[in-house]
């Protein structure tokens, strides 16, 4: 069974670019909820997709956008990059008989100078 | 709104020695409560959960928590900490049934040997 896997690892960009994040899921799962995680600090619910649907949506403006694909791997997306974007992102896939249980990636650590 | 508190940035215990690391939260109806680990070099982790019934709840690696809902509070214990605890511990809470989690700062366990 593979687990979740997220690309890049770690990347490096600076203020007003944009990023795109990737996340395969954990093979069976159909929902994929990404986290930010500023250092030092909880991760911060962002979004979450269910069968390519956004399912519900964290306090993040709207230049924060995803995609989730027919086989239920995912996209963050972040345009007009700030400072304060730099952070640990993570992704975590879960099933609905798994009832709660997040299946968490090792996070795409972005740094924005 | 819902949120989750961690009041110890930090804990230190020896080896051997009993851990509890506290969490209370803030929640309108009956709360999904999770303990989640964050190791370094790896992803997060659930250690247990709560949704209902039993308020002692056990989880993997020997961690227990119990569910105190005149307190608010959802503690983890362990009896005997070994070495290979030392990591960040994080609690959480369920927003609604889709587990789209609030998480407290997280504690950090420090293990003396």
């Known amino acids: 069974e593979t687990g979740v896997t997220q690309s890049p690892t770690h990347l490096i960009k600076t203020r007003g670019q944009q990023v795109t994040l990737r996340c395969s899921s954990q093979?069976?799962?159909?929902?994929v909820s990404w986290y930010q995680q500023a250092l030092g600090q909880g991760p911060q619910f962002i979004f979450q997709?269910?069968?390519?649907?956004?399912?519900g949506r964290g306090n993040f403006p709207p230049r924060f956008s995803g995609l989730q694909f027919p086989n239920y791997s995912s996209e963050l997306n972040v345009n007009a990059l700030e400072l304060d974007d730099s952070a640990l992102y993570l992704c975590?896939?879960?099933?609905?008989?798994?009832?709660?249980?997040?299946?968490f990636g090792e996070g795409s650590r972005l740094t924005v100078l | 709104a819902q949120s989750v508190t961690q009041p110890d940035i930090h804990i230190t215990v020896s080896e051997g020695a009993s851990l509890e690391l506290r969490c209370n939260y803030s929640?309108?109806?009956?709360?999904?409560l999770f303990w989640y680990v964050q190791s370094p070099g790896q992803g997060l982790q659930l250690l247990l959960k709560?949704?209902?019934?039993d308020t002692l709840v056990q989880g993997i690696k020997g961690f227990e928590a119990e569910f105190k809902r005149s307190q608010s509070s959802f503690n983890l214990r362990k009896p005997s900490v070994h070495w290979s605890d030392a990591a960040e511990y994080f609690c959480?809470?369920?927003?609604?049934?889709?587990?789209?989690?609030?998480w407290g700062a997280g504690t950090k366990l420090i293990i003396k040997p």
């Open positions: 975590a896939s879960s099933a609905r008989t798994t009832a709660g249980e997040l299946f």
């Open positions: 093979s069976g799962h159909n929902t």
């Open positions: 997709y269910y069968r390519e649907e956004e399912n």
């Open positions: 929640y309108g109806a009956t709360p999904y």
């Open positions: 709560y949704f209902s019934g």
């Open positions: 959480a809470v369920a927003r609604d049934s889709n587990y789209q989690l609030i």
